[in-house]
């Protein structure tokens, strides 16, 4: 099992900074931002922008991941997006990991124009991730799709991670699965939205299972094609799981562990929790973080499927 955490781009940098290091320090495998406009949870809340605050913890940092959790197409050109995906993998040196989704809440309308139905923001998260991966991976990209246009596309020198930065994508649906499957590097989920903990996570397993049928079929079709098909990602395929959707983990070091012991049942690899905060969403003590740092992330470092 390896171990995230989610500093949210609300903090004076230099309050933030020692966050960052410190995720580092307690030995969190990856570390992540929101990417955003607005949170629909902290509306009235300072937020800073995504791209310079994680090249400011990519400077006061060494070892750690740095990830978007998630940027999605509400307000990204694949095109631009791309630039800052170069600079981060950069800056970073090869430690950039892109979340992506189709995204949702305010910044949906935020910047104007209709709300898209849910097929129409599949049909769009679809072309934002086939466009994304093309410019990543070749330069001098033309394309013209219903939602986004590139003409002669120039994106050198390339990233720094080959063949490009990985994706771990975000979805909950058949379509958006089989999307992750075949561009991903890994899948994330924060499960169906609900207040009471045990009906999250039966919604987490749900969720688990399909991802286990998608992956059965594209074994399947690989095998009777001769392996022509898509790789055989069963193994090897990182699953990430948001913590804090029902219940905020780090409220004990017990609640902490009990659900690390129930993602890892379910062949998680990767569990992300948030940083503490003073008060309101995910308000908790940072002395729970010490001790789960301590005292649950060693024990659980290795247990569950081992990272491939």
């Known amino acids: 099992m390896r171990f995230g955490i989610t500093i949210l781009p609300e903090y004076r940098w230099s309050e933030a900074a020692p966050r960052w290091r410190r995720a580092e320090e307690l030995g969190f495998d990856h570390a992540w931002t929101y990417d955003h406009l607005t949170w629909s949870g902290l509306q009235d809340s300072p937020w800073y922008g995504t791209t310079p605050t994680l090249t400011a913890a990519a400077l006061v940092t060494s070892a750690v991941k740095l990830g978007t959790f998630v940027t999605s197409p509400n307000f990204r050109h694949p095109l631009t997006l791309t630039r800052d995906i170069l600079a981060l993998d950069d800056v970073s ?16 309308t935020i910047q104007g124009g209709e709300e898209l139905s849910p097929r ?11 466009l994304l991966d093309k410019l990543l991976t070749t330069d001098g990209v033309d394309f013209k799709g219903e939602y986004f246009e590139t003409r002669n596309g120039r994106t050198l020198p390339g990233c720094v991670q080959q063949p490009r930065v990985p994706f771990v994508m975000a979805a909950n649906g058949p379509r958006s699965l089989r ?50 098909g898509q790789r055989g990602y069963s193994s090897s395929f990182d699953r990430y799981l948001a913590l804090d959707s029902a219940r905020f983990s780090l409220s004990s070091v017990d609640a902490f562990e009990d659900v690390v012991g129930r993602a890892a049942e379910l062949g998680f690899t990767d569990v992300i929790t948030h940083w503490p905060r003073a008060e309101g969403v995910y308000a908790g003590s940072e002395d729970v973080l010490e001790a789960v740092a301590a005292e649950v992330i060693p024990r659980w470092r290795w247990r569950g499927p081992r990272p491939g």
């Not at 090869?94 to 995204?103: I, Q, Y």
């Not at 129409?120 to 991730?129: G, I, S």
């Open 93 to 108: 040196n090869g430690r950039f990991l892109c979340g992506v989704g189709s995204g949702g809440g305010i910044d949906t």
């Open 120 to 130: 129409q923001k599949v049909d769009r998260f679809e072309e934002f991730v086939v």
């Open 179 to 228: 999307l992750a499957t075949r561009y991903g590097a890994g899948w994330v989920t924060t499960g169906v939205k609900s207040p009471d903990f045990d009906t999250w996570f039966a919604s987490v397993a749900d969720l688990s299972h399909r991802l286990d049928d998608v992956l059965a079929a594209q074994d399947d079709g690989a095998d009777q094609d001769g392996g022509a």
